[in-house]
């Protein structure tokens, strides 16, 4: 246990609710699962890095932490090259007189080790093998994000059908039925950048993906389009609900989730002006209108949602020394970030009835493979296989329990929030006090008073405190006061890995009162946040 500090003093006595910064949980209200949905990460050069040492040591340590069960990757059909890393593999090749090779080693390999680990890949069938590029057809290369890859149809049709039947077959016969039918497939990545006049050859390529898919296996789970225009969304949707489908020839095309990116901001805004700053409003503003523009396709009311990429901001090459501002990727802004912004999905999933199914942030562990110690790429692990604080963020989340229960606030502000879960045997509450536009150096402390009742009337608990701020398990501010080394191999490592581990700062006995109550006043730094493990005491 770290060093011994006062964090909480509790008042076992009633307070009047009516002021600001004051939570009620109550405990024997169970509003809805906390469905993990956050669980998620991904790379464009996952069938790259899993592999690789740092790769393997995050899937194990996701497994053992229990912070991730989906992994989505680019690139499963073709190889890329790009800022000297191979992305994707050879699949696809023909013999000499035009029949196809297929080759599935490589990506047999990674999902196995991802199985190993308890994750479920999120599988997408792109982008096409150069044999089968359609180098006649005009087509667009990118998009408005930075994306360069060549966005046309297949040069042959049932080749590349073919091809997805085969790789399907390829993976029930590798990993069992009921394993794949708990994976998710997708044709492409960020379709916007499609010319318009082709955006009907897109929409063929993912009539003729579901009808490969489930022809394979009619229970396998296909969705998509994986883009970030509201505008693409809408027409695609409209094709799904009310075009008519290229292989059938009938009126709609099935889809069992949709799928949609949402970055704080874009990378190519950088540096310049006006200046901006990611928001969680950012999201939740489109969330809602995206269920607005759901609205109009009666026919996919209760379809999954999935926001299958995010972070604070896109460009995943770009660095600290040319974009200072990308600190944030590398402190304790990014975990933050994410439990607001899972409490805000999860206020609207409450009061909008609208669930966010999947939260997936994009970033893996090139530091870590390249041996860069906080660069600032969107990563989630970096030099000497140290956690970053986003993946510290994900690993106090995954401390919470399976059911959430009812949180009320006395004020609608948006610096404070909390999530309150619990299991059979605990409490865990996860609280926050970040507001994003707010300097990386601010200091203070405010306060906020949390009642929970609903507990067992004048009986002993426990609550033990995590804390994540500038002094703890912050493996960024450690590597900061050991001097900034540039890699694993210039430092000692065992202090900035001892704030990798989580650990906790306080542990506190109390008593609740005749009616089953506490309240606590709570000393809660800016930018910081506190997960508290509450539970009975044992009795001796």
């Known amino acids: 246990m770290d060093k011994q500090i006062t964090l909480i003093t509790l008042i076992i006595s009633s307070w009047i609710f009516a002021q600001d910064n004051s939570f009620i949980i109550k405990v024997n209200q169970v509003i809805g699962k906390n469905t993990e949905f956050w669980k998620a990460a991904g790379s464009d050069h996952l069938f790259y890095h899993s592999l690789k040492p740092a790769g393997q040591f995050l899937l194990k340590r996701m497994a053992e932490k229990g912070s991730h069960r989906y992994l989505r990757s680019h690139h499963t059909f073709n190889k890329d090259l790009k800022h000297g890393v191979i992305r994707g593999q050879n699949v696809y090749s023909e013999d000499q007189d035009g029949k196809p090779i297929y080759d599935f080693s490589n990506i047999n390999k990674v999902f196995k080790s991802y199985v190993e680990n308890g ?71 960020e379709p916007d950048g499609w010319p318009n006049e082709q955006l009907e050859i897109f929409y063929k390529m993912y009539d003729v993906f579901v009808d490969a898919v489930k022809s394979v296996d009619s229970e396998l789970r296909v969705g998509g389009p994986a883009c970030y225009h509201e505008y693409f969304l809408k027409s695609f949707l409209n094709h799904v609900t009310n075009g008519i489908n290229y292989v059938t020839g009938k009126k709609g095309t099935q889809i069992d989730f949709i799928s949609y990116h949402i970055y704080g901001l874009s990378g190519k805004w950088l540096n310049k002006a006006p200046h901006i700053e990611p928001q969680v409003q950012r999201f939740t503003l489109s969330v809602l209108w995206l269920q607005r523009l759901l609205k109009l396709f009666p026919s ?10 995010w972070g604070l901001s896109s460009n995943y090459f770009r660095t600290v020394k040319d974009y200072p501002d990308l600190i944030y990727r590398n402190s304790i802004s990014s975990p933050l970030f994410l439990f607001k912004l899972v409490n805000s999905l999860y206020e609207i999933e409450d009061n909008y009835k609208f669930p966010t199914s999947l939260l997936l942030y994009w970033g893996f562990s090139w530091e870590a493979d390249e041996d860069e110690f906080f660069v600032g790429k969107r990563e989630l692990l970096t030099a000497g296989n140290v956690p970053k604080p986003i993946q510290t963020g994900f690993e106090m989340m995954a401390l919470l329990k399976e059911n959430r229960i009812k949180v009320i606030k006395a004020k609608k502000d948006s610096r404070f929030g909390l999530i309150a879960t619990k299991s059979e045997k605990e409490i865990v509450l996860l609280t926050y006090n970040y507001e994003e536009s707010e300097s990386e150096k601010i200091t203070g402390n405010d306060e906020i008073k949390i009642e929970l009742n609903g507990l067992k009337k004048s009986t002993s608990y426990q609550i033990k405190t995590i804390i994540l701020d500038k002094e703890n398990n912050n493996t960024f501010q450690k590597w900061i006061e050991v001097g900034s080394p540039k890699n694993s191999k210039s430092t000692n490592l065992s202090q900035i890995k001892k704030a990798g581990n989580l650990s906790y700062n306080k542990i506190i006995n109390f008593k609740t009162d005749d009616e089953g109550k506490i309240s606590f006043d709570l000393p809660l730094m800016k930018r910081s946040a506190m997960l508290m493990i509450i539970k009975m005491n044992q009795i001796p």
């Open 300 to 309: 996919l009311q209760g379809t999954a949602f999935h926001i299958n990429e």
């Open 119 to 189: 994750i479920k890949p999120i599988v997408e069938y792109d982008y096409l093998p150069e044999l089968l590029i359609n180098n006649v057809v005009e087509s667009s290369k990118g998009n408005d994000e930075g994306m360069t890859i060549i966005n046309a149809g297949p040069n042959d049709w049932k080749k590349w059908s073919d091809l997805m039947k085969a790789i399907t077959q390829n993976f029930i016969d590798e990993f069992g039925i009921e394993e794949v039918r708990s994976w998710f497939f997708e044709v492409w990545n």
